[in-house]
């Protein structure tokens, strides 16, 4: 029997008691697919060795030490997917991407979504960064999203994966998706609000700096990217592959 999800998350230990709740979704609608890794290779690396072993329908990149509370929160997904006509769909987001380069980093007004924070000591923070554009659907439009949970359908990944090579670290797999998805492929990204996800605080920033400048290197000469800019650069690029369709 087939399933309509895989859940694909990457760890360091597959037989952690982290993961317990990544399993329990096992034979609910949903597949598992854990990626062992243990330092070896970047995050969009594991991501796409998962991918290459998912069945799903849709597909839901899900950090190992991240959990979702809300009831039918792949069903709310997918819908945003499937009724709401978006392709790429997170939980957190912004709808302008600074140079700076990380998405909560864009300023008053422009980030999207909320998330919890599990701190080692045991305490809970919620950040909100902004309320939903359409409060009937609870969607919001965005130019990028946060890597804790990507979801889309597993067509669009196999067609355009994470770029493995140029970010072979634990940053801007997900800046880069987006970017990509958003600007070569003309997808429609949203944050889905309303659902309920709690992450451990905490991430290490040493390689920042250098996923930065490849992040710059490939994308640099469109940012900031905001919502209004998109079908410009779009317009554009179509008007580059007419005279140049290998652009």
């Given amino acids: 029997m087939g399933c309509r999800f895989s859940i694909i998350t990457a760890t360091r230990d597959p037989g952690s008691e982290e993961l317990d709740w990544h399993r329990r979704l096992v034979n609910t609608g949903a597949e598992l697919v854990i990626v062992e890794n243990r330092g070896r290779c970047g995050l969009g690396q594991a991501y796409n060795e998962?991918?290459?072993?998912?069945?799903?329908e849709f597909c839901c990149f899900l950090h190992d030490d991240a959990r979702v509370w809300s009831a039918h929160w792949?069903?709310?997904?997918?819908?945003?997917?499937?009724?709401?006509?978006?392709?790429?769909?997170?939980?957190?987001?912004?709808?302008?991407?600074?140079?700076?380069?990380?998405?909560?980093?864009?300023g008053s007004?422009?980030?999207r979504g909320s998330a919890v924070h599990l701190h080692v000591d045991g305490q809970l923070t919620r950040s909100d960064y902004g309320p939903p554009d359409d409060a009937y659907r609870g969607l919001s439009p965005v130019v990028s999203l946060d890597g804790v949970l990507l979801f889309g359908r597993r067509q669009h990944f196999e067609s355009a994966p994470f770029d493995e090579d140029l970010f072979d670290g634990f940053h801007f797999y997900d800046s880069d998706l987006s970017l990509r998805w958003l600007?070569?492929?003309g997808r429609r990204?949203?944050?889905?609000?309303?659902?309920?996800?709690?992450?451990k605080a905490g991430t290490n920033m040493a390689d920042w700096p250098r996923m930065l400048n490849r992040f710059h290197y490939r994308h640099g000469g469109f940012l900031p990217l905001s919502l209004a800019d998109v079908p410009t650069w779009l317009d554009n690029l179509a008007a580059l592959r007419h005279q140049d369709p290998g652009v």
């Fill in 74 to 106: 792949l069903d709310r997904l997918s819908r945003a997917i499937t009724v709401d006509a978006f392709d790429l769909v997170g939980v957190a987001g912004t709808t302008k991407m600074p140079r700076t380069g990380g998405w909560w980093d864009s």
């Fill in 50 to 56: 998962g991918l290459a072993r998912a069945h799903g």
């Fill in 183 to 185: 600007l070569w492929h």
């Fill in 189 to 199: 990204l949203a944050v889905v609000h309303g659902i309920d996800l709690v992450h």
């Fill in 109 to 111: 007004g422009h980030g």
